[in-house]
């Protein structure tokens, strides 16, 4: 497509809850980033796929927190047993590669109540 | 962790000023830096970069310029318009795959 897709830009769930987030790179983009930010604050690292594999998850704050990318194009974050704390915009990008920064999707909107 | 950080959190400027958004980052390590605009509801967009090697980048109608003998990146925005408003971010990127973030400038434009 023309830019990064997420779905859904909304989404509400109960404390403790599963929820899976899904991010739609640009067409032909190797690398794939999610990042995640609190309000009033910029962007935090989560993890980098380069292909299918994770090669950088340092950013994932603890074990509820995966993602997978299994062709290679559509990435899903997904989160368990969600706490009220990861109320969040939850950003997607991708990259050729450095140089020119990401494209960032809209960003799916996390409230957790 | 790195710490990005922006001098002034908020800025207001009349429609066709300059406008000048200062940012601090702390590792000397940083080789390139983004400056990022984000609109409400929207994801940040892509502005100007720089590599280490240079000191001073022009676009259309925005420029940066990078000190880093005190770690110091501004951008300036020339004949500022309406459609600026946002908060702007820097990021500085060490060569992986990370860009760390500063907390933003929010950019208000006075018609």
């Known amino acids: 497509g023309a830019g990064v897709s997420q779905t859904p830009s909304n989404k509400v769930t109960e404390k403790g809850k599963y929820v899976e987030l899904r991010c739609d790179p640009i067409?032909?983009?190797?690398?794939l980033y999610w990042y995640r930010q609190s309000l009033g604050q910029g962007p935090e690292f989560l993890i980098y796929?380069?292909?299918?594999?994770?090669?950088?998850d340092s950013g994932l704050p603890n074990d509820r927190f995966f993602a997978v990318r299994p062709e290679g194009s559509v990435s899903t974050l997904k989160i368990q047993r969600t706490e009220r704390g990861d109320s969040a915009v939850y950003l997607c990008?991708?990259?050729?590669?450095?140089?020119?920064?990401?494209?960032f999707g809209s960003g799916t909107r996390l409230t957790v109540v | 962790g790195e710490s990005v950080g922006l001098h002034l959190p908020t800025l207001s400027v009349q429609e066709g000023d300059n406008s000048i958004i200062n940012c601090a980052y702390s590792?000397?390590?940083?080789?390139?830096f983004i400056w990022y605009k984000q609109e409400s509801g929207k994801g940040p967009q892509f502005i100007i970069d720089?590599?280490?090697?240079?000191d001073k980048r022009q676009g259309q109608r925005v420029t940066v310029l990078l000190n880093k003998t005190v770690k110091h990146l501004s951008l300036q925005i020339a004949a500022t318009q309406p459609g600026d408003s946002a908060v702007y971010f820097c990021?500085?990127?060490?060569?992986?795959?990370?860009?760390?973030f500063g907390t933003g400038t929010s950019l208000t434009v006075i018609p």
């Open positions: 990008a991708s990259s050729l590669n450095r140089q020119g920064g990401y494209t």
């Open positions: 067409s032909g983009h190797t690398a």
């Open positions: 796929f380069q292909g299918t594999g994770a090669a950088d």
């Open positions: 590792n000397s390590a940083s080789d390139y």
């Open positions: 720089i590599r280490s090697n240079m």
């Open positions: 990021a500085e990127n060490i060569g992986g795959n990370q860009f760390y």
